[in-house]
């Protein structure tokens, strides 16, 4: 009934919609006279009952169709010379297309955008785990989804332990993905926007993802306010984003008057599967497409063979970034009005891109299995100060481990550099830094191609995968040693600091 939730869809995936709509309808009304008809009652006894029974699924669904809008509270004053940071990220946004899009979005703004911002792994939570601490993923240890077993090399250097060393700050982290991509206290983070991570995460998310009137029932700004931390659940939040991002900067808001750190990461853009009402109305006659026509079951999954994707298929990935690139201006808006832009030190950013060629789409994107295309490993990378002198765009080769290091020096913090695989790109007043020649790694997912598989493109068996994880009490899922040997043996890795002309070539500059 509604199209968002197309990968759970009852009805016939072959039938245009308005045809599921009607069968719908025919079903509803035909179980009502039934119902009148089988009665053993007076039919005018029956009458109330009947449209009771017809109005009630009305009304919990009506619910879906009430969007908050975006309101953040308005920026706490900073009474020390302190800066509020906030890393907002936005799961799978290409650079290419971040980065068009900010170049007219801050012009005029106190902002430096660095155009060749690459990631050192495409994938969320090793790209978020070298963002927080300067690291490349061979030295923090984290190379693939959930927590690693390899222990990093510096495990200080997380960004919210930093700061508390070198300040009196407070910490948030939110993702509306906490079913892989999350950090807690052990990381540094003094709070959380969702409390339940991991594998009760993802029991959460798909119990109600499969009933769609407990979802309709949670999925409204009411439970926000009773019940916040029980019932409702991120993955609740992808039917409207406004909430969760309101909610994020509430919550930041209330842990008190010290100067605050956020770590903001959204899958928003990296779930297409659950295209709203808005988004298919932009598709010309879109009542006369299938499910079919736009849903990412009919793309190959992991471990099967890669086909050609369906003649006249509409990849809803690049629907949603349209709609992804609209929300990010009204939050861009928000911010400065709500003054936040007079306030605090922002990142934008993006931890991976996405691979997609026409006609050969691979099911999720697949992240950067092979590195073959900038799209995947050219990331957002954007940093606003209210201390800097204006716009600025910088063509320089980056890495997002540069992030921590390029934070802690514009903020003044003698740090030491030594242990970080990053370096500042920004000095304490606001000036871009020349970066002497150095390598700019990014390294694959390290897909394994088994033989039995038979497979073309590289994937891992999700059976393979499955037996490797274990899960701890809180909801961690952490993966055996012994698989990511496996995975490190067919990773490839490549130094983009020679091999990005070629790159470059097939994009044209912004």
Known sequence: LYPSILNNYPGPRHMPLFINYGILVLGICFCGFYFLKTRSK?????????????????????????????????????????????????????????????????????????????????????????????????????????DSPLKSKHPQLFLPKLLKQHGDYVSLFASDQPETSYFTKEHGFDDSVISVIGW????????????????????????DRWLPDQYNHASLFNYDFNRFINRTFYKLKNLGAKPKFLTFHTCFLHTPVRLNLEELKNIPGFLTLAPKDFN????????????????????????????????????????KNKGYFANSTIVLLSDHGERFVKGREIYGGVHGVDLKTREQTNVVMTFLDPGFTGFSRNTSLVSLID???????????????????????????????????????????????????????????????EESLTYGKNGEVTIGEDYYVRVLKKKTFEDFSKSIPDKLSSHPPL
């Not at 109330?48 to 953040?72: A, E, F, T």
């Not at 900073?78 to 290409?94: C, F, Q, R, S």
């Not at 349209?322 to 939050?331: C, G, R, T, V």
């Not at 500042?424 to 150095?438: H, S």
Request: charged share 15%; glycine share 6%.
């Open 42 to 146: 007076p039919l005018s006894r029956g009458i109330p009952q009947v449209c009771l029974s017809l109005i009630l699924p009305i009304l919990l669904l009506s619910i879906l169709i009430q969007k908050q809008g975006l309101n953040l509270p308005e920026a706490s004053e900073i009474t020390v010379e302190k800066n509020n940071i906030l890393l907002l990220g936005m799961d799978a946004l290409d650079g290419d297309t971040g980065n068009r899009f900010l170049a007219q979005r801050l012009a005029g703004e106190k902002a430096i955008l660095f155009e060749n911002a690459f990631t050192p792994l495409p994938l969320t939570h090793p790209a978020w785990n070298s963002i927080l601490t300067g690291l490349y993923p061979k030295h923090h240890g984290v190379r693939y989804f959930f």
């Open 403 to 465: 992030v921590a290091p390029t934070l802690l020096t514009t903020m003044g913090k003698n740090i030491d550099a030594s242990p970080f695989d990053g370096i500042a790109l920004i000095d304490n007043e606001g000036n871009t830094q020349p970066a002497a020649y150095r390598p700019i790694l990014v390294e694959s997912m390290g897909y394994i191609n088994d033989a039995e598989e038979k497979v073309k493109f590289p994937q891992i068996p999700i059976k393979t995968l």
């Open 296 to 335: 990412f079951s009919k793309w190959p999954k992991p471990g099967q063979a890669q086909i050609n994707t369906p003649k006249n298929f509409i990849n809803p990935y690049f629907i949603r970034r349209e709609s992804s690139l609209a929300l990010l201006d009204k939050i861009l808006d928000e911010l």
């Open 200 to 223: 009760e995460a993802h029991m959460v998310a798909m119990i109600l993802n499969h009933f769609v009137f407990p979802a309709a029932w949670l999925n409204n700004s009411y439970v």
